[in-house]
């Protein structure tokens, strides 16, 4: 069950686990309409540390107790904000969590803190059971780097993917991202939140089915 809440933030549920990725949520005018304190978490991913990605991060680790899984200066500036309860990684590392396996994908983008300090490298997540994979690609531009997920076992079912440009890869590029990655069913992510990222959600959704892939806009708040 994957639900979204705005710009680059979903809950994954994983064997029971509920996985929270790049929470912002307070800041985004779209929405508004979600009750912050109506998340729940049973581990936080944060992909990089720009403010669009971990602005609720600290609270909602410290109110749910979930485990976050960053990089090491995520780790580092999480622990200087009072949340102990974290896992680092970076890029390439793999582990085994009580829900499956983790792995830490290239991200080709920046990170830095809100408060202005070095953010480490951006990530990507591919999560794997023993049964199902999903790729989270987090900020990135289209990398040839992505080839490598589609060794990914069991092969991904889903992948969740920016769309929005500017600051990432756009439509087009995350089609050519789908077949780096040989995943034709793409969550996106990353779009309309700030005028630089609006998109036209007919066109990409056509332009996904013109190369026989599936984009799924869910709106927020809503699951699948
Ligand atoms: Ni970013
Ligand atoms: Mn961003």
Redesign the pocket.
């Known amino acids: 069950k994957t639900t979204y809440w705005g710009h680059a933030c979903f809950t994954v549920e994983v064997r029971g686990k509920k996985l929270l990725f790049d929470p912002f949520i307070t800041p985004n005018p779209l929405a508004a309409g979600i009750d912050i304190e109506s998340i729940e978490a049973d581990y936080i991913l944060l992909s ?1 540390g ?1 403010e ?2 971990v602005a609720d991060a600290i609270y909602l680790a410290k109110k749910t107790g979930a485990k976050v899984i960053c990089n090491w200066e995520l780790f580092v500036w999480l622990g200087k904000n009072g949340v102990e309860n974290a896992h680092p990684m970076n890029t390439g590392g793999s582990f085994r969590f009580d829900f499956g396996t983790v792995k830490c994908t290239v991200a080709q ?3 830095s803190l809100p408060d202005g300090t070095y953010g480490g490298n ?1 990530m990507g997540f591919v999560i794997s059971t023993d049964t199902e994979s999903f790729y989270y690609a987090g ?1 990135t531009a289209l990398t040839l780097d992505m080839q490598l997920i589609s060794a990914t076992k069991p092969a991904l079912q889903l992948a969740l993917l920016p769309i929005g440009g500017n ?2 890869m756009d439509v087009n590029d995350a089609i050519k991202a789908s077949d780096f990655i040989q995943c034709n069913r793409v969550i996106g992510l990353h779009f309309d939140t700030f005028g630089y990222i609006k998109i036209d959600r007919e066109k990409a959704i056509q332009s996904f089915n013109e190369n026989n892939k599936e984009l799924i806009l869910l709106n927020i708040g809503e699951s699948i």
């Open positions: 990089h720009h669009d990605h983008h920046s990170s951006p900020d600051f990432t």
